[in-house]
């Protein structure tokens, strides 16, 4: 009998994690935090404005959304605010999401090559009869 995980006591945590990937989910996200991923420290909103040329107010809501599932943390320091990771295991989990990516896309690569080695199928176009 197939365990029935909806109102067990492991729902909150795989709400959690659905959450997390749900916040992961949007390229503009998933590239702020390669920015922050690779500075060793702090990162002000101009610096991640100029990399990624996203319009301040949608970087803005990107940046929240990050926040609020705590996966990044910001600190405002005069008039700038400075972002960072707010774990360092979040930069292995972008390493880990493109190493999957890659082998996936050179797997695909390498049956797509397979395919295209098969003979033609059909039927022969109708030429001159001897």
Request: glycine content about 4%.
């Amino acid at each position: 009998m197939p365990h029935n995980f909806l109102g067990s006591p492991e729902q909150p945590l795989y709400e959690i994690k659905a959450n997390l990937f749900k916040a992961l989910a949007h390229p503009a996200r998933i590239r702020i935090l390669e920015i922050l991923s690779a500075s060793s420290e702090p990162t002000p909103v101009s610096a991640i404005l100029a990399e990624t040329e996203i319009e301040p107010t949608l970087l803005s809501q990107h940046l929240a959304v990050l926040k609020r599932h705590h996966v990044v943390s910001g600190k405002r320091t005069g008039n700038a605010v400075f972002y960072e990771l707010a774990h360092p295991k979040i930069s292995e989990l972008l390493v880990i999401a493109r190493t999957f990516l890659a082998d996936t896309l050179g797997a695909q690569r390498d049956q797509l090559a397979a395919m295209r080695s098969l003979p033609p199928i059909g039927k022969k176009p109708a030429g001159k009869k001897k």
